[in-house]
């Protein structure tokens, strides 16, 4: 293989890392207090929507960025809410942001006038930074720091360990004189802020474009990459680049003449599909989750 | 005062009519953020859906296959088990259909080899899930996403490369006419699909509430840890859940590509096949994973998506918003306060009385 290729599957992979990535670090924050977002898939969807909306309004790609943050954080506002002080079903609410964004996504780009698709102008797309084999997005290093910074919070901070707390023995905290669904709240609002600019990143820097399929499940990639890492930001990092690189290898094998006369693209387009569920079953034994994930808590 | 077990049965319906009105004033809001008229459109929508005898039958259409998918999430969730994997099943059971179909076997044989047909791929579509949930304690809701994109390309694969028609590259051979489902009025597209359908329901029913095996299943979702002391393997429930699942799910397929004209084929994209298992969640969790409730919140579904295909062209608003709707109607049903003021109201008019 020439280095060139080399060079063009690390991009690639790298670039397909970042969603992922960064959907899995905010859920990494969430499931540690608790709380488990099954509508992190529909978090992405409106998160794309709105980085191109807010991209194109202003004119700027960071606002484009910060628009996908804010409404990615108002919809984990609304299951933080359900979640904790309404102390509803977390599955269920989940299962509905998830529909709901794909009709609201899907009645957005008709009423836009292009039914099913909407690319975002160049110009307003985030600028990659061109290094002499390639060209890299920003929110590659972004993402690597992010995900060091969300390790480094949970892991050694007060903070964090308030977060852990109420995540794996509620009433206690409670008794400790944490505040539990604040707690929780704020971190379902990190967790949808990620998931927003994770969202963000597909529309205004990844692709350009906004599709109705433009998460292709990469929301629930995260949930299980969230599993894979045992709520460790750091291997969360390396299962996003592990899903990215099977990703990125598909790109490249679907255009490489040679190789798709070979193999049909339809089971290449499968394999980050088949490595994460093989990655999950691998390590599966092992993880340990907070005890009360998924369960509302209630002052007896 | 109603009797007790009347009472039992009345909230649940209470919540999810509440639910469903809840979300239809939210999308009646977000139509006149968009500029249109809600009271045209949930007109056009509501004749569109029930307004006349063609428009029921196409209600009653839709309905068929989200009846099955629904079913295939409502008996899991009664296990205790969060089965999302309808939507690739009912892929490889709809493909499994058109492959029998190669074998041209005798008139009533292939329409029921057909069917078991489907019936069987979407159990073995949903085994590894059951086996690696037992075997490796994978969470049922992520393998059984990665099963649907893994069905999705491999749908695309088979249409493209096995089971196309040589004379239209765009979708597979047709089913042949002898081991179609026959049509129940001439114009409108239902068929005896429904049946199927019904008949699925009653099996369920029957399975749930008058066998051990479906008590079985009940006692593990009320308490599974409990059902354990108490002797039922976690191994068999599982297993169970998720093959029987599997099996209405392919027969979901099944009935969507025998039954519904003009093409009896899959089509490429597989536009008809499409959401119909997601749809099926929202169904279930309106008609609270009950076989009976389903029935009513699944015509109610298909007559939404036939309503708004018409509101479509009336007042012109998206068929899409059917689909915010639907999610808001879920959203609204996930938050328990709801029962809270059912139960409040119900409180009130007593003491009126």
Known sequence: ?300 | MLPSSWRRRFNPIAESLLAGLIGLIIGGFIMLAFGYNPISAYRSLFFGSFGSTYSWAESLANATPLILTALTFAIAMRGGLFNIGAEGQLYVGALAAVAVSLMHLPSPFNLVVSLLAAMVAGMIWSLPVALLKLGRGVHEVISTIMFNWIAHFFAFYLIANVLTDPKRGERTISIVESARLTRILPMATLNSGILISLITVAVILFFLWRTSAGFEVRAAGYNQEASHYAGISLRKQVLRVFLIGGAIAGLAGAVQVMGRPPYYAVMSGLPQLVNLGFDGIGVAMIGRNHPIGIVFAAIFFGGLMTGGRIMQFDPGVPFELVRVIEGVIIIALAVPELRRLISRFRRKRKHEN
């Open chain 1, 1 to 300: 293989m020439e280095l060139a290729h080399f060079w063009g599957i690390l991009f690639i992979s790298l670039h397909a890392m970042v969603p992922i990535t960064l959907a899995a670090i905010g859920e990494t924050i969430e499931e540690s207090a608790g709380l488990f977002n099954i509508g992190l898939e529909g978090i992405l969807l409106l998160g794309a929507l709105a980085g191109a909306l807010g991209a194109q309004a202003s004119g700027s790609a960071i606002i484009g960025l910060m628009t996908g943050i804010t409404i990615g954080a108002a919809v984990g506002l609304i299951f933080g809410v359900i979640s904790t002080t309404l102390r509803g079903s977390q599955l269920i609410s989940g299962v509905g942001i998830n529909l709901f964004a794909l009709g609201f996504v899907a009645l957005m780009l008709t009423v836009m006038g292009a039914p099913g698709f909407h690319s975002v102008a160049r110009d307003v797309q985030v600028p990659l930074i061109h290094l002499g084999v390639g060209s890299l997005s920003p929110l590659v290093i972004v993402t690597v720091i992010l995900a060091v910074a969300v390790w480094w919070l949970l892991r050694r901070t007060q903070l964090g360990i308030w977060i852990r707390a109420v995540g794996e023995n509620p009433a206690a905290a409670d008794v400790a004189g944490l505040r539990v669904n604040a707690l929780r709240l704020g971190a379902a609002i990190a967790a949808g802020a990620f998931a927003g600019l994770a969202g963000a990143y597909l529309s205004v820097d990844w692709f350009g474009a906004v599709t109705k399929e433009i998460t292709a499940g990469r929301g629930f990639i995260a949930l299980a990459i969230v599993v894979f890492s045992g709520l460790n930001p750091l291997l969360a990092l390396l299962g996003g680049f592990i899903f990215g690189f099977f990703d990125g290898l598909a790109t490249w094998v679907a255009t490489y003449p040679g190789v798709k006369d070979i193999i049909p693209w339809q089971f290449v387009a499968m394999a980050p599909y088949i490595v994460t569920l093989a990655v999950v079953a691998g390590v599966i034994g092992r993880v340990k989750f907070p005890k009360a994930l998924g369960v509302p808590y209630m002052r007896e």
